[in-house]
């Protein structure tokens, strides 16, 4: 997803300095005119706005908070934009620490996945300054078209936890559906043209179940960056009080996903989890890989 929205940057003109943990996958946007940095570090000093997309909360703790992170090298003035799906305490604390060194710092998640990365058609929740937001407004504007202000620092990522549960809840119900229709010997390409339409339709159900469909489980979003993100709207939920039943037992069956060996799949790869208890053999589904003990989808930050 990052790559794809780096390169809407430098298509529409923007002089972009990049850096990525694994030099190779940064390969493409260096050949497109991308300068190469050693460190975030060296890319906010070079840079007015600085955008970070990574995995979990320790990476963008560090990424931005640490010795050769970005605020050791921005400048005052400067604006650091966390685009991670990550922690609201930690968005604030970003943002404290970037004002307390003349800086502004935005929290703006994304929904939309692989294909409205590539599309520019994300959903970009902004958490921090309204006035921040509106320098941000340009480049935000280049890789989605649904942009709103969710309030101070962490309302972006609040606002993701909200989309992050009605997915992880809906697609447990797409996916239950998929094997009931299939069990019940269906047309389920039939069965999609009926439902999509009416009051079940949703964005999973058009995009993802296709891909369920004819087999095609690869990541649009992984397996085990949901269940990072299910665990920080756990805890939460867990801090202000709140009993949400649906929310763990979708973690709970996305775990047994993870624990299968499909974590490095897609989250439609949940229905290849349930056809397995179910003792369905799903068509054209990939084999799992072998489970790892020490896969960071079963560890929450």
């Not at 280049?142 to 997915?167: D, E, F, S, W, Y």
Request: glycine residues 12%; charged residues 20%; neutral net charge.
């Amino acid at each position: 997803m990052g790559q794809s929205m780096c390169r809407h940057l430098r298509d529409a003109g923007y002089s972009i300095r990049v850096y990525n943990r694994t030099k190779s996958k940064a390969d493409g946007l260096v050949e497109a005119g991308a300068q190469w940095a050693t460190s975030p570090r060296a890319v906010a000093e070079q840079s007015d706005i600085v955008v970070t997309m990574v995995g979990y909360p320790r990476d963008v703790r560090e990424t931005i908070l640490g010795v050769e992170g970005v605020l050791a090298g921005l400048k005052p003035g400067g604006i650091v934009i966390d685009m991670t799906t990550s922690e609201p305490a930690l968005a604030r604390e970003i943002a404290t620490r970037a004002e307390e060194q003349g800086c502004e710092a935005l929290d703006a998640p994304v929904s939309g996945g692989d294909i409205g990365a590539r599309a520019a058609a994300l959903s970009i929740m902004v958490g921090g300054k309204a006035e921040v937001l509106q320098t941000a407004l340009p480049l935000f504007s280049l890789m989605g078209r649904t942009i709103q202000h969710q309030g101070p620092a962490g309302c972006g990522q609040h606002t993701k936890m909200v989309n992050q549960i009605l997915i992880a809840s809906g697609m447990v119900g797409i996916c239950e559906a998929l094997l009931y229709g299939y069990r019940a010997g269906l047309d389920l390409e039939t069965v999609l043209k009926s439902v999509s339409a009416g009051a079940a339709g949703s964005w999973s159900l058009s995009n993802l179940t296709p891909r369920m469909l004819s087999g095609d489980f690869r990541p649009g979003f992984f397996v085990e960056h949901l269940i990072k993100d299910l665990g920080i709207a756990l805890a939460e939920s867990r801090r202000m009080g709140l009993l949400l039943p649906g929310l763990a037992l979708a973690e709970q069956l996305y775990l047994a996903t993870a624990a299968a060996g499909w974590e490095r799949n897609g989250t439609q790869a949940l229905l290849l989890a349930l056809a397995r208890v179910s003792n369905v053999s799903w068509p054209n589904g990939p084999e799992p890989r072998p489970p790892q003990s020490t896969s960071p989808a079963v560890r929450h930050e």
